[in-house]
């Protein structure tokens, strides 16, 4: 009796072990920041509290920081990884000198390099001892942060706003003074795999949810855009037409801005921009930062397409929660952030800004709202979003050549790049990519086309389902591919783990083709041939000399559940196919004078990396 009581007790002490191990938590940071800007020298000094709430089951005894100006000097990892990488280095951090690649980080001048120096830190007013590990601060706590309890941090620092290389720093190439963003000591996100303090030498960031109130104090004669909301717009420059500026006697004002609930804080500040704002219905406040001339005309354009814009990723990917977004001159191309985004305010073409700026504010449901790890997992964030941009672009600037939907060009650009033997599997960390366009293709293209092959396998109105599911579950929290893979699952049916370690996992191409067409008096026998490691389920439609389009679906027998319809309408389901099968048969009941034409995927969504033997003209 008593040994069944134990067993009885072990079995419920590992079921609540586990429900404890795989519930979902996430931790919490507040920061409360004072910043004092020397705008002559590009220098600030940081005061910072942060409050912190441990609300995972683990005992915290170390914490880390990110430090990431650090990365802007010679010698630092970010310099050497360029070095290492040489012609495959990122051209915004390497130049050519003749047959040589040379880092940029390697030719900063001592004066313009970036530093984030820490004075001293503190936990609950004791002293802490830290080791700066080039962008990383591990800090060893005086007290271990037990499970669902809360400490405080307090700081003091001193910084150098970097030559800008990428992303933020002094001085950009269009004349802005300073980009701040990663620009303050930001503590790691902790989460079920430990801390992702992971070192930054150019990709990606990650982060806990945290509210923020940052007091900056600069020039009068600056002009300020951030991401979050500005508390005193009548003291300050830009954002009032009645402000009474009121300087003290450095002839320095400060800016009071709050953020609730966001990834992190980013600004940027210039003496000449200008600010517009205009209200969206059901969606945010829009504010425009940027230095006005003719090379920017095409801002003020944009804004007619920015409220359509939110209007369709509200109705489609789920409605942006916070209260306003800035898009901001100040960047070295384009880069996300908290409620706002850095770009770079030249364009040649409205419809060229509007493609930078549907990238960077998609973002804000894949990198903020639903926030990945990106630096694990950059084809969540950046092949999602991409995804997102050409869906919206399809349809506010439609292309001037028919084409079958907005995907197209990157299914192309896919299969060009699979051949050239140079792809790298999408689940490598983003950082831990040998070539820059390799990065490219994994992490922007071969996630974008994840969401379109899956919308091939589920059907397109499952795929709707699937991403307003997705959002519903996970908005404001940090998703895995699993957590996806789970939502995409529940809302088709169909087993699809399969598909993910294939496409994320693996560098397998997809190419099936039309092996041969045996005509005879009452019907056409078909034989398909799959000559590519990727198994998939096909679409194959027959179009008759009376111009009608018939849709068959052969079902792959790992989804175990077949689609019924799609953009097709109804779909003619034949018998299934093996993935161990190399060839399949089927018969139509059409002959060879009723026929016009054939094909797999008429609707041009298969990334088949050979399509030129998918079609068949009948003659």
Known sequence: MKKLKFSLFSILFSLILSAQQSSYYQQYAKYK?????????????????LDYRNNSPDELKVAYFHLYWNAFKAGSMMDQRVQSQGVNADGRLA???????????????????????????????????????GTVMKVFLAEAIKPNSSTTFTMEWDANIPMQIRRAGRNNREGVDMTMTQWYPKIAE??????AAFDYVGREFHAPFSDYEVNIKIDKDYVIGAGGNLENPTEVKGYDSSATIKEDIS???????????????????????????????????????????????????MKPYITKYYQLMNATFGRYKWPSYSFIQGGDGGMEYGMCTMILGEATSLEGLS???????????????????????????????????????????????????????????????AKS????????????????????????????????????????????????????????????????????????????????HYWINTTKTIDYGIKNVKYDPESTTITLVNKGGVPMPIDFSVLTKDKKVINYNIPLNLTRVWKTKDIYGNIQTLPYWAWTQQEYSFTIPYTKAQLSAMGIDF????????PEDNYLEVK
Request: proline share 4%; hydrophobic share 35%; charged share 25%.
């Open 95 to 133: 130049k050519r000198v003749g047959n040589t690649v040379v880092s940029r980080l390697s030719e900063i001048p001592k004066s313009e390099e970036g530093a984030q120096n820490i004075r001293w830190i503190k936990q609950n007013g004791k002293d802490l001892k830290f080791e700066i590990q």
């Open 251 to 301: 002839k320095k004002v400060t800016w009071k801005w709050t953020a609730k609930n966001i990834l992190d804080f980013a600004w940027a500040a210039d003496r000449d921009y200008s600010v517009e704002s205009f209200p969206i219905l059901d969606g945010p406040k829009v504010y425009l930062v940027y230095q006005k001339s003719e090379k920017t005309k095409y801002w003020s354009e």
């Open 355 to 417: 493609g930078l700026m549907f990238h960077e504010g998609a973002h804000s449901w894949f990198q903020q709202m639903l926030a990945t790890n990106e630096s694990v997992r950059p084809w969540m964030d950046e092949g999602f979003t991409q995804y997102a941009e050409d869906f919206v672009s399809y349809r506010l600037f439609p292309p001037k050549e028919s084409q079958p939907n907005p995907f197209v060009g990157a299914l192309k650009a896919y299969a060009n790049f």
């Open 33 to 49: 920041m004072d910043i004092d800007v020397d705008a002559d020298n590009f220098t600030y000094q940081g005061k910072q509290t």
């Open 190 to 195: 902790y989460d079920y795999d430990g801390w």
């Open 421 to 500: 033997g140079k792809e790298e599997p999408a689940v490598w960390l983003g950082d831990h990519h040998d070539n820059g366009t390799a990065y490219t293709y994994a992490s922007y293209i071969k996630g974008e086309t994840f969401l379109v092959e899956l919308g091939y396998i589920v059907g397109e109105e499952n795929l709707s389902k699937i991403m307003l599911k997705y959002y519903d579950e996970w908005a404001m929290k940090h998703p895995t591919e699993r957590d996806f893979i789970h939502i995409a699952q529940l809302v088709s049916g169909m087993d699809l783990k399969w598909f993910q």
């Open 603 to 610: 609707s041009q969504r298969l990334a088949d990396v050979n």
